[in-house]
């Protein structure tokens, strides 16, 4: 099993800025595919951006695109979520992920192994 750990989040007024932090260990191999999703209340988890660290492919929620940044440093198996412009909508709990097939699909909620998450508010 990978074990993830989540860091970073935290309360900001809109057009704020946050970086997760998702750091990997275990006893298991690291594949390339690590990403991140969140859930809000009362709403459905929502894949949020995956990483292929070997190729350096990324991909986005359109929800998000052009305002949030996913890369990974692939020395300490840590990936990061930079957010900028932060808007309401994106107050939610984000989960970091790891893709143990190292297929990087989009849906990033599916993935074998998650974090137990952290908090983003943003509010005025």
């Known amino acids: 099993q990978v074990h993830l750990v989540e860091s970073g989040g935290g309360s900001v007024q809109p057009g704020g800025s946050l970086r997760l932090s998702c750091e990997a260990s275990?006893?298991?191999?690291?594949?390339?595919?690590m990403g991140w999703f969140r859930q809000a209340p009362g709403k459905e988890r929502e894949d949020v951006a995956v990483i292929n660290s070997v190729d350096g492919v990324t991909q986005y929620a359109d929800s998000v695109k052009g305002r949030f940044t996913i890369s990974r440093d692939g020395a300490r198996n840590t990936v990061f979520l930079q957010m900028d412009s932060l808007k309401p909508e994106d107050t939610a709990t984000y989960y970091c992920a790891h893709e143990r097939r190292g297929i990087c699909r989009w849906a990033v909620s599916d993935y074998n192994d998650r974090g137990q998450g952290t908090q983003v508010t943003v509010s005025s």
């Open positions: 275990g006893n298991r191999y690291v594949s390339r595919c």
